[in-house]
Nanobody
Framework: QVQLVESGGGLVQPGGSLRLSCAASGFTFGNYYMSWYRQPPGKERELVAGITGSSGSTNYADSVKGRFTISRDNSKRTVYLQMNSLKPEDTAVYYC???????WGRGTQVTVSS
């Protein structure tokens, strides 16, 4: 079955960096658009970034453009989210998702605080 396992979250000071990873299994990874979402405390889940399966074309939410970079390694069935210049408002649980598939992982907590 489809499995998505996010990792790499943690506590970081404002201005710091983190790199999230999402290991995928149970589907043909390279064929799927992959996305990162986040859910801040008390708010709805929102799309952060996405990347196509083959060409690697990317899209970002305005709030993270220029700070976050999504990438993927199809040989490792893994999608990444490099997060730089982190702000307190980036605090959230971060999830990855394969386009068109219903499954979600457990997410990884990112807390930006001094």
């Amino acid at each position: 079955q489809v499995q998505l396992v996010e990792s790499g979250g943690g506590l970081v000071q404002p201005g710091g960096s983190l790199r999230l990873s999402c290991a995928a299994s149970g589907f043909t990874f390279g064929n799927y658009y992959m996305s990162w979402y986040r859910q801040p405390p008390g708010k709805e889940r929102e799309l952060v970034a996405g990347i196509t399966g083959s060409s690697g074309s990317t899209n970002y939410a305005d709030s993270v453009k220029g700070r976050f970079t999504i990438s993927r390694d199809n040989s490792k069935r893994t999608v990444y989210l490099q997060m730089n210049s982190l702000k307190p408002e980036d605090t959230a649980v971060y999830y990855c998702k394969a386009g068109g598939l219903a499954s979600w992982g457990r997410g990884t907590q990112v807390t930006v605080s001094s």
